[in-house]
T-cell receptor, first 114, second 109 residues
């Protein structure tokens, strides 16, 4: 069966500091991978998605970036965090095949920027 | 623009039935998803509809009317553990998920 991991679970960072969040998927090959952010009481905002190694699509222009150095690894980064970057960051995967391309979420990282 | 509307909050009684509505306006339609999200946790997949009608999964059912841009999630025999937010999401013509803000369901004993 497939599993998705994210770390860290919780992070408190000062404004202007760098960020690196990691997501890995097990039990599947060539998944589609997604980074979302969820602000308190708000819907999910798609930040980046990737259909393969080195292929990144950005949905929202901002000071975040994403990379996919390996098939099942997806990294979210920032060089300098802003207060507005606080939120719940969720990584998700889907198979990208079949009739129903359901997305499955990792446990998330709660980021607080102070 | 693309829009998903859900009620912000609903309250129901343990053992009762509740219906959570979702209306959508999107550029194209390739299916509608319902997810459950407990406070502080990640969303988990509940159901998927792409054709009109009712899909039943145990205590949970989901209905879709594509002509009306409307779906609902029906929860029967409510339990306290059903207290959560319920997210409606539509896959558009580019196969991207458009998310509603979610409905917070409060179950009272």
């Amino acid at each position: 069966s497939q599993t998705i991991h994210q770390w860290p679970a919780t992070l408190v960072q000062p404004v202007g500091s760098p960020l690196s969040l990691e997501c890995t998927v097990e039990g599947t090959s060539n998944p589609n991978l997604y980074w979302y952010r969820q602000a308190a009481g708000r819907g999910l905002q798609l930040l980046f998605y990737s259909v393969g190694i080195g292929q990144i699509s950005s949905e929202v222009p901002q000071n975040l970036s994403a990379s996919r150095p390996q098939d099942r690894q997806f990294i979210l980064s920032s060089k300098k965090l802003l207060l507005s970057d606080s939120g719940f960051y969720l990584c998700a995967w889907s198979s990208g095949t079949g009739d129903v391309d359901t997305q499955y979420f990792g446990p998330g990282t709660r980021l607080t920027v102070l | 623009g693309q829009n998903i509307d859900q009620p912000t909050e609903m309250t129901a009684t343990e053992g009762a039935i509740v219906q959570i509505n979702c209306t959508y306006q999107t550029s194209g339609f390739n299916g509608l998803f319902w997810y459950q999200q407990h406070a502080g946790e990640a969303p988990t997949f509940l159901s998927y509809n792409v054709l009109d009608g009712l899909e039943e999964k145990g205590r949970f059912s989901s209905f879709l009317s594509r002509s009306k841009g409307y779906s609902y999630l029906l929860l029967k025999e409510l339990q306290m553990k059903d207290s959560a937010s319920y997210l409606c999401a539509v896959m558009d013509s580019n196969y991207q998920l458009i998310w509603g803000a979610g409905t917070k369901l409060i179950i009272k004993p």
